[in-house]
């Protein structure tokens, strides 16, 4: 973890240093752990889409050095002396974000990612002024709201995808009462969040259908993942044979995409839930809304007290996430195959079985 001096402890993290996006070693300072705070020493992170948005400055907000990583989870070293809901040896999780203004509308209703002062894990500033540096580390400094114990019987690694793309499909079917067993359901793009989706509303006992751009994940989908239908959505045939058939669509596809073919499978009353985070504006015709009462909304991460309910689901539903788990001197080869889409379904990167503090 670098120096232990406590007036200038150290972390080593992989991090960008301009828009190229290309992960390198880098050393910096952590903040003392403060009277709420947990020193987490980190074992494996996940790699979200995000951390190449971010690295590669696709928002046009990036500031460097960025060490990404937002689905950490690692042991906790040490805890402030207000600390009561973790103690030294937990093993405890991080999300995407690390602070909120606990004051507004969202925060008093635990809706903390809707805080229009959150604060982000990585690429953000914290209340000292510091940067804010994320899971691609050896170790953080987290206050303890931030944090979530991971379930016994859950390993680590597969936590990790749990704390954003798992919240991710966890929250809207809880938030828009998506949860009854019996509910037709269909997950739009077949990734890290996707396969997620498939596995926890399978587990919530609905019939699942997955939509996807080609014939090429059919096998994967409904033999490995469970999924009960498969369309390919460039398919006429296959698309009008489904047609009012669905009472949602976690649409997960991060690029651009017209709705109106996806609004066409929803029943009456189906909502259409945005979750990929697109670089244009998307578009529909609003008779295709109007005359079935259908709903297009959003959902975005999810709260601390979601993503407790999602790490306990998978607990007790022996529920695993599809990971490939690399090492960091890997990082760089593995978001470029991110960018192309070749993983099933989540890297995970083993931070402390990579000697990290030995690169810097």
């Not at 948005?53 to 040490?78: D, L, R, T």
């Not at 606990?102 to 990612?113: G, K, L, V």
């Not at 398919?235 to 997960?252: E, F, R, V």
């Amino acid at each position: 973890m670098g120096s232990v001096d406590a007036s200038e402890r150290t972390a080593t993290g992989w991090a960008a240093r301009d828009a190229d996006g290309h992960l390198s070693p880098y050393t910096y300072p952590l903040r003392k752990t403060g009277p709420e705070d947990v020193l987490v020493k980190v074992k494996y992170c996940g790699i979200c889409h995000t951390d190449i948005h971010q690295a590669k400055n696709h928002f046009g907000i990036s500031k460097y050095p960025m060490v990404p990583g937002h689905e950490m989870v690692g042991v906790v070293e040490e805890v402030g002396p207000e600390v009561s809901k973790y103690t030294i040896g937990d093993m405890v999780g991080v999300g995407g974000i690390v602070g909120c203004c606990r004051s507004c509308r969202p925060c008093n209703a635990n809706d903390e990612q809707y805080c229009s002062k959150k604060i982000w894990t990585y690429n953000d500033v914290y209340t000292d002024g510091r940067p804010t540096q994320g899971g691609f580390s050896s170790a953080m400094v987290v206050d303890q709201k931030f944090v979530v114990k991971i379930p016994a019987g859950l390993a680590p690694e597969q936590a990790a995808p749990l704390l954003c793309a798992g919240v991710t499909a966890y929250s809207p079917l809880k938030h828009f009462g998506l949860t009854t067993p019996g509910l037709r359901g269909g997950i739009l793009g077949l990734g890290g969040i996707g396969h997620l989706g498939v596995k926890l509303a399978k587990a919530m006992g609905h019939h699942v259908t997955v939509i996807s751009s080609s014939d090429k994940k059919r096998a994967e989908a409904m033999d490995e993942l469970g999924a009960d239908a498969y369309i390919v959505s460039s398919d006429g045939d296959q698309m009008a044979a489904a047609a009012d058939s669905l009472d949602y669509i976690i649409d997960t596809v991060p690029v651009d995409h017209p709705l109106e073919p996806y609004l066409a499978l929803l029943q009456l009353n189906g909502k259409l839930v945005l979750m990929g985070v697109t670089p244009a504006p998307l578009s529909f015709l609003s008779h295709l809304v109007m005359m079935g009462r259908k709903t297009i909304t959003g959902s975005f991460i999810g709260s601390m007290q979601e993503m407790e309910e999602v790490l306990q689901f998978f607990a007790d539903k022996g529920l695993t996430s599809q990971i490939e788990v690399v090492k960091m001197d890997y990082v760089n080869q593995a978001l470029e195959r991110l960018e192309r889409n070749d993983v099933r379904y989540r890297f995970v990167v083993d931070v402390a079985g990579s000697n990290i503090d030995d690169a810097a």
